[in-house]
């Protein structure tokens, strides 16, 4: 079971581009386990947040705690998958090797375990690169989860997989998250907002609209911006 890094505290966080504030003052806490899945309209902000979170990008101002830890001290203990899987010029298990050198070296078959929980253990020496979309997304989740991380990011990382391969993603997502992993999750896909969410953060304009228990954010959005983006009326 990996350690816990909640609760997750973001204050005042704002980060400019373009002389835009792009995030314009989140203050958000994340307390429970499970699945937080952030929604909200193109350009929002919901892709910086999360990379704010992974420590890929550096806010201008404000904190990020992760229980007791700071992003950069807390980078071990997180993974994060992309909307483009971003893989190694080397075959599939070549990929998980790279990944974690240790455990290739001492448990080779926890690699192949690995590869087979996301059903490519018969792709294992083929090239990464030559996978189709949805098998590298598998690939990188598998990747991912190698470090039994306590905070998992996905953006957008189901976006253009065919139905199967989001299912599937999304029985591991529930595995993990038995096995004490916190999901945060950003997706346009209302079905699998349904589908996985325990709560919902919806960001409009740099800011944290509204967080809600994902029950009551489908049935009745407290927020004007979210009423719209849930009925169609604003582009996602
Ligand atoms: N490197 C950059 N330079 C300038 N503007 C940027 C840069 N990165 C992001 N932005 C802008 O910041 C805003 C928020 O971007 P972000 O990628 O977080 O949106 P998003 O909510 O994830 O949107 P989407 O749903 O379309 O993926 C957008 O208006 C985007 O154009």
């Known amino acids: 079971m990996p350690d816990s890094l909640l609760p997750i505290r973001i204050s005042d966080l704002r980060l400019n581009k373009r002389d835009r504030a792009v995030l314009d003052g989140v203050d958000l806490t994340i307390e429970e386990p499970g699945i937080t899945v952030i929604m909200g309209p193109n350009g929002a902000g919901k892709s910086l947040l999360l990379r704010c979170l992974h420590g890929l990008i550096q806010p201008d101002h404000g904190q990020i705690t992760l229980g007791q830890l700071k992003v950069t001290d807390s980078r071990n ?32 078959k926890r690699l192949m375990q690995a590869l087979e929980s996301v059903l490519l253990a018969h792709l294992a020496d083929q090239p990464a690169r030559m996978l189709s979309g949805g098998e590298q997304q598998r690939l990188s989740l598998a990747r991912a989860l190698l470090g039994k991380p306590a ?73 004007p911006v979210a009423k719209a983006y849930l009925a169609g009326e604003i582009p996602c």
């Open 77 to 108: 203990q997180q993974a994060m998958v992309f909307q483009q899987p971003v893989l190694l010029r080397r075959t599939v298990l070549q990929n998980l090797a790279f990944a974690a050198p240790e455990m290739a070296r001492t448990e080779p």
């Open 151 to 223: 905070l998992l990011l996905l953006d957008e990382a189901t976006a253009s997989l065919d139905p199967a391969s989001v299912l599937l993603i999304e029985s591991l997502l529930k595995t993990q998250i038995a096995r004490g992993t916190k999901v945060i999750l950003v997706s346009h896909d209302q079905g699998q907002a349904r589908r996985l969410a325990d709560e919902i953060v919806f960001i409009s304009n740099g800011q944290v609209a509204e967080q809600s228990p994902a029950d009551a954010f489908f049935a009745a959005p407290r927020t």
